[in-house]
Nanobody, 124 residues
Framework: QVQLVESGGGSVTTGGSLRLSCVVS????????MAWFRQRAGEEREGVAI???????VDAASVKGRFTSSRDRYTNTLILQMNDLKPEDTAMYYC??????????????????WGPGTQVTVSS
């Protein structure tokens, strides 16, 4: 069973930066696709950045150029570096793990495990 725990959320002003981390408990995490999702209050969850087991990454258009996702395979950690934050980035951020993807760029995967989330708040 894969367990995920996010950290690094907080409150910043417009233009600020935050670095989110997601620690993966499984020793076989290198075989999983991993992703960051976010959910704004009253809205559906949306994909932010996805990373395959082979190192391929895709960022959502809304964050491209501002957010960067990376994986540290030695520490089983997924990172989301968020720069130039905007109020519309305010959301609960989650990491997730999948064993199979049929639509990688669209975050179409069998998301088998989710972290509890970390809150990001950006004020103007």
């Amino acid at each position: 069973q894969v367990q995920l725990v996010e950290s690094g959320g907080g409150s910043v002003t417009t233009g600020g930066s935050l670095r989110l981390s997601c620690v993966v408990s499984s020793t076989t995490s290198q075989h999983y696709s991993m992703a960051w999702f976010r959910q704004r209050a009253g809205e559906e969850r949306e994909g932010v950045a996805i990373s395959s087991s082979t190192g391929r990454t895709v960022d959502a258009a809304s964050v491209k150029g501002r957010f960067t996702s990376s994986r540290d395979r030695y520490t089983n950690t997924l990172i989301l570096q968020m720069n130039d934050l905007k109020p519309e980035d305010t959301a609960m951020y989650y990491c997730a793990a999948a064993t199979y993807c049929w639509g990688f760029s669209e975050f179409g995967c069998d998301w088998i495990s989710w972290g509890p989330g970390t809150q990001v708040t950006v004020s103007s």
